[in-house]
Nanobody
Framework: QVPLVESGGDLVQPGGSLRLSCSAS????????MYWVRQAPGKGLEWVSR????????AYADSVKARFTISRDNPKNTLYLQMNSLKPEDTGMYYC????????????????????WGQGTQVTVSS
């Protein structure tokens, strides 16, 4: 059983929208803080957004602020990322990850800081 499974990635034109989902299983999803992290081709990991276990403490990277919206449905064990006004620089593999609590910025790009890490879903923004 894979703890985190992302879906929803696709090829989309600039200005378009996508909604990513991350389905959790095998652990107490509602107790975990959830994060979205992405990796552009040939580049390192970039933190995108986070949400607290009870929907408190939402935050976004400056590069996606006002365009992306993170949310979670604890009864459905699912994390979402609504992405609007997509740009070519949003292209990359998007991963969801679970941690037992708040991670400072310097820890968010280290996979070993998370208890669970998904396999990723590809988002390509191109005309």
């Amino acid at each position: 059983q894979v703890p985190l499974v992302e879906s929803g990635g696709d090829l989309v034109q600039p200005g378009g929208s996508l909604r990513l989902s991350c389905s959790a299983s095998g652990f107490a999803f509602s107790n975990y803080w959830m994060y979205w992290v992405r990796q552009a081709p040939g580049k390192g990991l970039e933190w995108v957004s986070r949400i607290g276990s009870s929907v408190e403490s939402i935050a976004y990277a400056d590069s996606v602020k006002a365009r992306f919206t993170i949310s979670r449905d604890n009864p459905k064990n699912t994390l979402y990322l609504q992405m609007n006004s997509l740009k070519p620089e949003d292209t990359g593999m998007y991963y969801c990850a679970a941690a037992t609590g708040y991670l400072p910025m310097q820890d968010r790009l280290q996979k070993e800081r998370y208890q669970y890490w998904g396999q990723g879903t590809q988002v390509t923004v191109s005309s």
